[in-house]
């Protein structure tokens, strides 16, 4: 089989897994959403402010939030953020989310959901979206198949739980930001920058 159609059905695969499993009421589980060991996260590690990001590689308005993150995330020192691929627009934000979780394994998550975020333009199809991965530096495409492959699972749980999280916050859609204590939706970087601080006032009156 050609990797395009590998790729391919390994999306197909991971839209019906998703729309399988009936969202359930659960209690909250904060822990769940700012340390799950599979999300893939940047920034501090041991900062005193985490940014949980729902995102989606279909989402314009992602895209035009994400410069001012990653600005904000890299001028401050402080911030952790936790990524939560949410894909809700469409099939090919699945594959997206696939391709993106997949290059984690080579610790190339970050250069591809860069990579993604930086395409222009709504409804981006799976052809351009594996384009635009092939070109991150360094990537190892055969590994990437070979881990869609091996890790295909895994990739189709986290999403299942990043959806059962958003169901329990009451999400709407993308993008949603938890800055700390608060939550908010398309964010530039002067309302992240208020959010920030926002967050630690209320951190330090606990």
């Given amino acids: ?17 998703l729309g399988a ?22 920034g501090n590690p041991k900062g005193d402010v985490t940014i949980v990001a729902f995102l989606d590689y279909n989402c314009p308005y992602c895209k035009k939030s994400a410069p001012d993150l990653a600005r904000v995330v890299k001028e401050d020192g402080r911030i952790r953020v ?36 930086g395409i222009p333009g709504r409804r981006i199809g799976e052809a351009q979206m594996l384009q635009a991965v092939a070109a991150v ?3 190892d495409m055969k590994r990437l198949q070979a881990d869609i492959e091996a890790h295909g699972q ?19 859609g993308t993008p949603t930001y938890l800055v700390g204590p608060l939550l908010a939706s398309t964010l530039d970087y002067a309302s992240f920058k ?8 209320r951190q330090a009156g606990e």
């Fill in 1 to 17: 089989m050609r990797r395009r159609d590998l790729f391919r059905l390994a999306a197909l695969s991971a839209v019906l897994a």
């Fill in 21 to 42: 499993a009936p969202a359930r009421a659960q209690a909250l589980d904060v822990e769940a959403i700012l340390n799950d060991p599979q999300a893939p996260t940047s």
């Fill in 82 to 117: 936790v990524y939560k691929d949410w894909p809700v627009i469409t099939e090919a934000s699945v594959y997206g989310a696939q391709l993106a979780l997949a290059a984690g394994f080579q610790g190339k998550y970050l250069a591809a959901h860069d990579a993604l975020m």
């Fill in 137 to 139: 530096p360094g990537l």
């Fill in 154 to 172: 895994e990739i189709i749980a986290l999403l299942k739980r990043n959806r059962a999280q958003a169901d329990q916050l009451g999400l709407r």
């Fill in 194 to 201: 208020r959010a920030i601080a926002e967050a630690r006032r």
